[in-house]
């Protein structure tokens, strides 16, 4: 049976000033993400946008959420099969093409996991569970685009 799960964030622009949108370069880009009971986050577009480069932009939340959501599914099944991983970093790399109009879309992302498991015996599936973990990441299978893996499995 299927189930659903709701979600809600309140953006909201800070950028205005003193004219609001009266010219595409008399505001700022600035907003902020709030989702309940959780910190608040400030973010921006892209600096190739008029963006704020201190903030975090939709795109960098984009490949963070690709990226996040593998490693939390990865977790689960290597927890399932037994295998003890004691550390996981991903070098995430996405690739935007901006099209003549201005518009653009995501054409890659490759995950770059380095995980570090307890013996040497868990290094195959380690591997293998990479595969799964993308069948079954949600952020994902809602992309239109494969999502690419290239773990180091590795042994300390």
Known sequence: MSKEHYYKATINWTGNKGTGTSSYRNYERTHTIQI??????????????????????????????????????????????????????????????????????FTSVTLHPTVIVAEESMIEKAKELHHKAGQFCFIARSVNFPVQHIPAVLVK
């Open 36 to 105: 309940a009971n959780k910190a608040l986050i400030e973010g921006s577009s892209d600096p190739a946008f008029r963006g704020d480069k201190t903030k975090h932009n939709p795109e960098d939340f984009f490949l963070s959420s690709l990226s996040s959501c593998h490693m939390l599914w990865y977790l689960h099944f290597c927890s399932e099969e037994g295998i003890i991983v004691t550390q996981y970093t991903d070098e995430a790399t996405g690739i935007m093409i901006e099209t003549t109009d201005g518009s653009g879309h």
